[in-house]
């Protein structure tokens, strides 16, 4: 069994190796993606990865994983219980704040390079390892696949992208907010909305366009700018195929 603490690339991997793998936030969050499932991993969630299943993973910024490698029958090599359910196939787990201090202390032992540690950091490991295994080995209750986002996440969105209308937004972005997988986001914010993200982002955009042409009387091209439209051009487009009129006729309430 070999542990260590890792900062994820922001740039997506995928790869695939022998041995089963538990990964668990300890500061900051990643992207998974096992056989078609998608999650975040952050402080109270865990990704399990079955040995030999290819896997995507991409870290938020900066942040710190703890990963645990255990052989393929890992009954086998000296551990006292059995871990053939928990990885029978890919999870996503959600863990409880008791776990919170045995991860403090996983971390501080692995952060120490000293040899004497080697045998404390594999103990600490297999008392880790069971502690979650013991939590789920009833029921393996797993974070359940998630198919709308409440209004509370919504409202958090909003919130996001009225602060950064003047600049690109990006799925993944949007996704961070409400710390799901890019990859998972999109289907998740059009079942809870009716439109994708691109759609939603370009209405707000709009929304504030026209809030700022009717009761303001800033140039056409710095409402396009501040509302992240790359040129007056654009906006025009917009609002165009939106309301059927050009922005000078939407300033004056003719739309």
Not at 17 to 23: A, D, I, R
Not at 189 to 194: A, D, H, K, N, V
């Amino acid at each position: 069994m070999r542990t260590r603490i890792l900062d994820l690339p922001v740039q997506t991997a995928i790869h695939e190796h022998p041995e089963h793998q538990l990964v668990i936030g300890l500061s900051g969050c990643a992207d998974f993606e096992v056989q078609g499932q998608g999650g975040a991993v952050n402080r109270l969630h865990a990704c399990v990865v079955p040995g030999g299943e290819a896997h995507a993973f991409s870290g938020r910024g900066h942040n710190h994983m703890l990963i645990m490698d255990l052989p393929v029958g890992v009954a086998d090599h000296g551990l006292e219980y059995s871990m053939a359910r928990l990885f029978e196939r890919p999870r996503f787990l959600q863990l409880d704040h008791q776990l919170q201090g045995l991860l403090d202390f996983a971390q501080h032992a692995l952060a120490d390079p000293s040899p004497d540690q080697d045998g404390l950091t594999w103990h600490l490991s297999g008392v880790l390892l069971a502690a979650l295994q013991r939590r789920v080995s009833d029921t393996l209750v797993e974070a359940p696949r998630r198919s709308a986002l409440n209004s509370a996440e919504l409202q958090r969105l909003d919130a996001y992208v009225a602060a950064n209308l003047d600049h690109p937004i990006s799925v993944a972005a949007l996704a961070a907010q409400v710390c799901v997988s890019s990859s998972h986001f999109h289907a998740l914010f059009r079942e809870s909305t009716g439109v994708t993200p691109h759609q939603y982002v370009l209405a707000l955009r709009l929304r504030e366009a026209s809030r700022l042409l009717q009761e303001t009387e800033l140039p056409v091209a710095e409402v396009a700018s501040r509302c992240g439209f790359s040129s007056q051009s654009a906006l025009t487009h917009a609002v165009r195929r939106q309301w059927g009129q050009t922005p000078r006729a939407l300033r004056l309430g003719r739309a």
